[in-house]
C-alpha cells in the first residue's frame, strides 16, 4: 500500500519547536517537489514550504521566513520541516504533499493546484 505520513507533531509552548516529518513508502520521495501545508480551525488550508525534488531549491510563505526550515533526506525518502519560534497562530493540521515535478514553481499560500497525493496530516498546537 501506498503511504504517505506525517509525524512529528505535539503541544508547544510559544517560541518553542518542532520538527515534523514526512516519510512516503511505496513510491520514491526524489521524483517529487513536496510542500507542507496547513489548516486551522475555520480556515481554507494554506502552503507554508515547498522543497525542489532534489533539495536545491526552497520557498517560504512570508509568515515563517527565517523560523521554519524544509529539508529532504531522499536516501530515506523522508522531508523534514523544523519549526522554530512557534508562535500561536501557528497551530494547525500539518500536511506534506507531492507534486510530480523538479521546482515547486508559484509556491505560495495559495492555490493548492499541482499537489497530487496528501498525507493524513499531524497536529500542531502551539499555547501557554
Known amino acids: 500500500q501506498l503511504q504517505l505520513v506525517e509525524s512529528g507533531g505535539g503541544l508547544v509552548q510559544p517560541g518553542g519547536s518542532l520538527r515534523l516529518s514526512c516519510h512516503a513508502s511505496?513510491?520514491?520521495?526524489?521524483?517529487?517537489?513536496i510542500g507542507w501545508f496547513r489548516q486551522a480551525p475555520g480556515k481554507e488550508r494554506e502552503g507554508v514550504s515547498c522543497i525542489s525534488s532534489s533539495g536545491d531549491s526552497t520557498n517560504y510563505v512570508d509568515s515563517v521566513k527565517g523560523r521554519f526550515t524544509i529539508s529532504r533526506d531522499n536516501a530515506s525518502n523522508t522531508v523534514y520541516l523544523q519549526m522554530n519560534n512557534l508562535k500561536p497562530e501557528d497551530t494547525a493540521v500539518y500536511y506534506c504533499?507531492?507534486?510530480?515535478?523538479?521546482?515547486?514553481?508559484?509556491?505560495?499560500?495559495?492555490?493548492?493546484?499541482?499537489?497530487?497525493?496528501w498525507g493524513q496530516g499531524t497536529q500542531v498546537t502551539v499555547s501557554s
Open positions: 504533499a507531492t507534486r510530480p515535478s523538479y521546482y515547486c514553481s508559484n509556491f505560495g499560500p495559495y492555490p493548492l493546484s499541482g499537489f497530487d497525493y
Open positions: 511505496g513510491f520514491t520521495l526524489a521524483n517529487y517537489a
